[in-house]
């Protein structure tokens, strides 16, 4: 564990509705530690329930986006009893990810390097995921002997299909930012020197629309990935009855009808 303040290892700010979480142990390549975890859930929780924050960025300092779980001070094998394992990665890892699926605010990584394990995962849970030239993504596990938690084996079928999925997971490669865009990981990748400023650029931009019709827009497109066509389409009809009761929804409508641009208030 380290004795840096908690909110060192984990900057926050916001600017412009924009929240930014940046995890800031660069000497550890920002493998990420109970405190850390628990904080940037945190973070999560109040930007959706923070009508004033309407996106979110999640990025990390130095070299690397994040290692993995740090696991030093986790108990040993001797230490444990039957459950413990379950028990920690459904209220760790687990957690962390679906803190950033359920977030109702779009949710932007700005990776800029490595990203491994739960890192990995982190960031592709994420509802758009920039990376600068030099980041990379790994799912490390099998090379420890261990089985993907922190949401991999859900998330990464869905992104590119199993047969890719377990070729990332069987061999634990490292995936080069270019190649991880090519599979469809990646929406984008950017010069290092440019990753900030288009993190900026998208998430701002997000900032400005009609940030309820982009969580329920968000909240239809997870759900899709589990539902047959009945069921995504009743949800589709009750989301759109939803948004209608929103101010952004009318100005949208009515900004159309009088041929000038929407201002939306995220509301």
Known sequence: MTDVP?????????????????LNRPEAMNAVTWDQRERVIALLEEATTTPTTRAVVVTATGKGFCAGADLRGAPTTTDRIPGDVARTIRQG???????????????????????????????????????A???RFIE???????????????LLPRLIGPQRA?????????????EAQALGLVNRVVPDADLAKTAREW???????????LALTKHLVNASLDSDRATA????????????????AQEGVASFVERRSPTYEGR
């Open 6 to 22: 908690l909110d060192r290892q984990v900057l926050h700010r916001v600017e412009n509705g924009v929240s930014w979480i940046t």
């Open 93 to 131: 890892a687990q957690r962390l990810i679906a803190a950033i699926l359920d977030c109702e605010k779009p949710v932007i990584a700005a990776v800029n390097g490595t990203a491994a394990g739960i890192g990995a995962h982190l960031a592709l849970a994420c509802d758009l995921v920039l990376a």
């Open 133 to 135: 030239e030099s980041a």
């Open 140 to 154: 490390v596990f099998a090379r420890r002997g261990l089985v993907p938690d922190g949401g991999g084996a859900y």
């Open 166 to 178: 377990k070729e990332l997971m069987f061999f634990g490669d490292a995936v080069p930012a270019t």
């Open 203 to 213: 998430a701002e931009r997000l900032a400005t629309g009609p940030t309820r019709a």
């Open 233 to 248: 389409f009743a949800a589709e009809a009750t989301a759109q009855e939803i948004n209608m009761t929103t101010r952004d």
